[in-house]
């Protein structure tokens, strides 16, 4: 399957600064990469997403960026606050219907 | 509301005893997949039905087996739990084509005793 590799595996930023994820994949075929935001005990939650044939979405504080040249894309959240805590994983939707799953990264938003 | 239901919540079951978890979904999506998520991991693919094609991932054990009887419902068996099928199992189902996200259910604890 797909190969998704997600870094950092754990970061901590002040309250207010901004956090950057990025994870890069293998199958050059694969056209749908979404974010999900995972707290504790709960369900992932999609966050945000981006298709292959665009480069750069936004959502407020959220944005993710594609660069389908280098198989790479990230997640940066501006103005962070303490309930941008989580885990968040990014996903990669293969030439079937599969997602797969980077490792996550344990963001810490810290007041 | 539509929504992916997953039953129970929390499972606990016998080394070795069969056990079944179950999803519904109201969503009418025709893609439904079943993840294992260990502490502190990456929701892990086991399989996924496109409409009534079973698609098995390679490293998945045999030990787990899945039952699609129509679009609403899909079903995880484990034959022979071991202490270390213990995890969260979470369904998720997305509509074909055009790359659309995940709904989730809530998922279900599995303990092994």
């Known amino acids: 399957g797909e190969n998704v590799e997600q870094h950092p595996s754990t970061l901590s930023v002040q309250e207010g600064d901004s956090a950057v994820i990025k994870c890069t994949y293998s199958?050059?075929?694969?056209?749908?990469f979404p974010w999900y935001k995972q707290e504790l005990g709960k369900r992932p939650q999609l966050i945000i997403d981006?298709?292959?044939?665009?480069g750069e979405k936004k959502d407020q504080r959220i944005a993710v960026t594609l660069n389908k040249t280098a198989k790479h894309f990230s997640l940066h959240i501006t103005e962070t606050q303490p309930e941008d805590s989580a885990v968040y994983f990014c996903?990669?939707?293969?030439?079937?219907?599969?997602?797969?799953f980077g490792t996550g990264t344990s963001l810490t938003v810290i007041p | 509301d539509a929504m992916v239901i997953q039953n129970p919540r929390y499972q606990v079951t016998q080394f070795g005893k069969p056990v079944t978890l179950s999803c519904s979904q109201t969503?009418?999506?025709?893609?439904m997949y079943w993840y294992q998520q260990k502490s502190s991991q990456a929701p892990k693919l086991l399989f996924h039905?496109?409409?009534?094609?079973?698609?098995n991932e390679a490293d998945t054990p045999d030990n787990f087996q899945s039952r699609r009887p129509n679009t609403s419902f899909c079903f995880l068996d484990i034959r022979s739990p071991g202490l270390g099928d213990a995890a969260m199992y979470l369904c998720?189902?997305?509509?074909?084509?055009?790359?659309?996200?995940?709904?989730f259910g809530s998922g279900t604890r599995l303990t092994v005793v």
């Open positions: 998720a189902t997305s509509r074909q084509g055009g790359g659309y996200g995940y709904t």
């Open positions: 199958d050059s075929a694969s056209n749908y």
């Open positions: 981006i298709r292959s044939n665009v």
């Open positions: 996903a990669v939707r293969a030439t079937g219907n599969q997602f797969y």
């Open positions: 969503l009418n999506h025709n893609v």
């Open positions: 039905y496109y409409d009534k094609d079973f698609n």
